[in-house]
């Protein structure tokens, strides 16, 4: 149990479904990350939220769509997806980098492996 | 974009010291070294991060070279259970929320 929970756990959907993941932190942390994990290939950094605003959209299309309502809350909304875009993802947080215990590092949900047929 | 390299694969016997090295050759001097896990479709674990000492805990010890452009993460006596993907990774530490995952390193620990 890291503290941070991800719903659903499993997902399949159509490619003309609509659909939302959902990540919640307990951790008191001020950024939130979203991950993708294809087979056989590295974690991708897609979106990062800092105090609610996005700071990092690395060239995600826009079929995929993030929303941090507050610093506990991350969804990824999805849309028209494509078969391509089955993979497992990753939510995140984490704290600032500060001297006495706080070590700023990721704290990772289980993740939601997701399937478009 | 990841800023490391590290070897795709490594073996180690079971019971033996893991070293898995990290190439970082353009670390920033406010950068820090974060080393994580990743055991088959969970999620990443955190190990050990370290600026410029050497850094020990429970899991690991991190020794991280005097030019800082390379690192290597100990696991002082693997078991099979540390068979994972290990991702070194850098961040920058004064408002940096850049975790970017390189190709990491596959570690089998052979019985």
């Known amino acids: 149990e890291t503290g941070v929970t991800q719903t659903p756990r499993h997902l399949v959907m159509g490619m003309t479904n609509k659909k939302s993941l959902k990540c919640e932190q307990h951790?008191?942390?001020?950024?939130m990350y979203w991950y993708k994990q294809s087979a056989k290939k590295p974690l991708e950094l897609m979106f990062v939220y800092n105090f609610k605003e996005q700071t990092e959209n690395n060239s995600v299309p826009s079929r995929f769509s993030p929303e941090c309502p507050n610093s506990s809350h991350l969804f990824l909304h999805l849309h028209t997806l494509q078969p391509e875009d089955s993979a497992l993802y990753l939510c995140a947080s984490s704290g600032p980098l500060r001297g006495s215990g706080n070590t700023g590092e990721l704290f990772f949900g289980e993740g939601s492996r997701l399937t478009v047929l | 974009d990841a800023k490391t390299t590290q070897p795709p694969s490594m073996d180690c016997a079971e019971g033996r010291a893991a070293n898995l090295p990290c190439n970082h050759s353009t670390i920033s001097g406010n950068e820090y070294v974060y080393w994580y896990r990743q055991i088959h479709s969970q999620g990443p674990q955190y190990i050990i991060h370290g600026l410029k000492n050497n850094e020990t805990n429970e899991m690991a010890s991190l020794i991280i070279t005097e030019d800082r452009k390379s690192s290597t993460l100990i696991l002082p006596h693997a078991t099979l259970r540390d068979t994972a993907v290990y991702y070194c990774?850098?961040?920058?530490?004064?408002?940096?929320?850049?975790?970017?995952f390189g190709t990491g390193t596959s570690l089998t620990v052979i019985p």
């Open positions: 951790l008191g942390h001020n950024a």
């Open positions: 990774i850098v961040r920058v530490s004064i408002g940096g929320n850049q975790f970017y």
